[in-house]
């Protein structure tokens, strides 16, 4: 599967940025997707994972982007997007886009090695 992510950008605090992640390929193997960041200096992150629509399109947040971040994902168009409202400074990172093709339980979507491929990211800039 080949990912490309969209839709970074400045912005700042307060504000809201969409991102969108365009699958290609062997689409029929992303069971899950979700996105993930990595900020300077630290690992990378789970943010946000969805599960197909016909598996009940389940998601499952990060702490730290609940009530603020919503994931969706349109089947149809084997495209996946994550909404970022009330952003704040620490929501400043890389954000990459990231597919399973196993239906893992969702408390295992912060295991990044369940991804079998993964999107060139796109940054994300909250300024204070």
């Known amino acids: 599967v080949q990912l490309q992510a969209s839709g970074g950008g ?5 504000g809201y940025l969409s991102l969108s992640c365009a699958a290609s390929g062997r689409t029929f193997s992303t069971d899950i997707m979700a996105w993930f960041r990595q900020a300077p200096g630290k690992e ?27 994931i969706s994902r349109d089947d149809a ?3 996946m997007y994550l909404q970022m409202n009330s952003l704040k400074p620490e929501d400043t990172a890389v954000y990459y886009c990231a597919t399973c093709p196993i239906a893992y339980a969702s408390t295992s979507w ?3 090695q369940i991804y079998d491929s993964w999107g060139q990211g796109t940054q994300v800039t909250v300024s204070s």
């Open 10 to 14: 400045l912005v700042q605090a307060g």
């Open 44 to 70: 990378r992150e789970f943010v946000a994972g969805i599960s197909r629509s016909r598996s009940g399109g389940t998601t499952y947040y990060a702490d730290s982007v609940k009530g603020r971040f919503t």
């Open 77 to 79: 168009k084997n495209s």
């Open 110 to 112: 912060g295991n990044q």
